[in-house]
């Protein structure tokens, strides 16, 4: 599903959205767990949006029906703090999307597709989660369903690198399992039902391809099998396994993570098969994660505290404009009535110009600044009569 919706080029894509969806800012985050689209303008027409995704990604605007989220407000803000902070990810604590989120804010710095409203966010939402990651150390230690497996797969079988090891699957199991893999440095190969998917999927997340019709005829092969797909059929049988063992001396451990089982579970009353299931994987997990739900609870509390201060500077956004577009006018003027005001003086001398300017700039500063910061204070208040209020009586105009 996922595929489906993914950018495949990313520089098309910004352009597009862009140009046809009524954004002004935009950047685009995309893992192996998430598409997202991050977006900011006067104009919010979600529809306009869909269609211009659609139109990028060859899909059928129907196809956003069941499978698209929208959040605004408080609640992207909220989001991206989880997400930065490794709250919002399959395994709870992990570092890589924090790179992932700098990675995605830099190449749409560089193309200039995000301004000062998304880079503000983008910018503190990383301050807040390598805050979050250094008070609660909730990167460390942390233990998902695929590193668990590699972990129980070390414990059962001595000296793993020396075996032969195959993936099953391309999803977001597999894709943990074959990182805990290529951390310790352990070789193995990758299948699933089309090769072009296996290519890929060992291009980003490690492994050999290997042609599926090989792999599922191969067992004989096969010291580690993990399997983490969602075929609903089994895919690795009793009588395949138990032709496999009959010219084998040495067992074969199999970890099967999918959801439903795709492994029949008779495999496991096959002498010298040591087969172990979802259920009994989570189970660690959960035990895992019981005892650091203390730091769970206060990368929480963090992010809580740091949400009114990025919702304050957002809306600070807002008011920015008006208040740097009234400090220019009013300078102008200054600097107009000053140059009038010398030219009658006749005045030439360097330091007495020097005094007379700053004695105007901070006659105009001291006027006008206090009313300006309560601009701003009542804009991060959310108080929306008083920007409107400035607007008017400054008479200022949005910049086309």
């Not at 193995?188 to 050999?208: D, I, L, Q």
């Not at 004989?220 to 396994?241: E, H, N």
């Amino acid at each position: 599903m996922l595929e489906r919706f993914t950018f495949r080029d990313l520089d098309s894509a910004y352009k597009s959205f862009l140009k046809h969806s009524g954004l002004q800012e935009c950047v685009l985050l995309q893992t192996c767990n998430r598409v997202e689209l991050f977006g900011f303008g006067d104009d919010q027409d979600i529809e306009r949006i869909k269609k211009t995704w659609a139109s990028v990604s060859g899909l059928e605007e129907n196809a956003f029906r069941e499978n698209l989220e929208v959040s605004q407000g408080t609640e992207v803000y909220h989001h991206l703090l989880k997400l930065t902070s490794g709250l919002d990810s399959l395994v709870v604590g992990e570092d890589q999307i924090l790179g992932q989120v700098k990675e995605s804010i830099t190449t749409a710095r560089e193309i200039k597709a995000s301004g000062s409203a998304l880079n503000t966010m983008f910018d503190k939402a990383i301050r807040v989660g390598t805050r979050v990651r250094h008070a609660t150390g909730i990167s460390k230690g942390s233990i998902s369903i695929g590193s668990m497996a590699v972990k129980l797969a070390e414990e059962n079988i001595d000296d793993l690198k020396s075996k032969s090891i195959l993936l099953i699957g391309t999803g977001e199991a597999a894709s943990l399992v074959a990182k805990s893999l290529k951390k310790r440095a352990i070789e193995f190969g990758v299948t699933s039902r089309t090769f072009e998917r296996s290519k890929s999927f060992a291009e980003t997340a490690g492994g050999k391809p290997v042609k599926f019709e090989e792999a599922i005829a191969n067992f004989k092969s096969i010291d580690v099998l993990f399997v983490a797909t969602v075929a609903p059929y089994f895919l690795v049988t009793y009588d395949r396994v138990k032709e496999a063992m009959e010219s084998r001396k040495n067992g074969i451990l199999i970890m099967d993570l999918s959801n439903p089982r795709t492994v029949d579970e008779k495999v496991a009353t096959i002498k010298k098969i040591k087969m172990m299931n979802l259920d009994q994987i989570a189970e660690m997990v959960d035990k895992n994660m019981r005892t650091r739900m203390g730091v769970v609870s206060s990368a929480e509390k963090i992010i809580n505290e740091e949400l009114p201060v990025m919702e304050a500077a957002m809306k600070r956004l807002e008011v920015e404009p008006i208040v740097k577009n009234l400090f220019r006018e009013i300078d102008n003027a200054r600097t107009k009535e000053l140059k009038k005001a010398l030219a009658m003086l006749g005045e030439t001398d360097e330091q007495k110009i020097r005094i007379i300017d700053q004695l105007t700039q901070a006659i105009v500063d001291g006027i006008i600044s206090v009313p300006m910061n309560n601009l701003r204070k009542a804009s991060e208040q959310g108080d929306s009569e008083i920007l409107k209020t400035a607007t008017k009586l400054f008479d200022y105009k949005t910049k086309e």
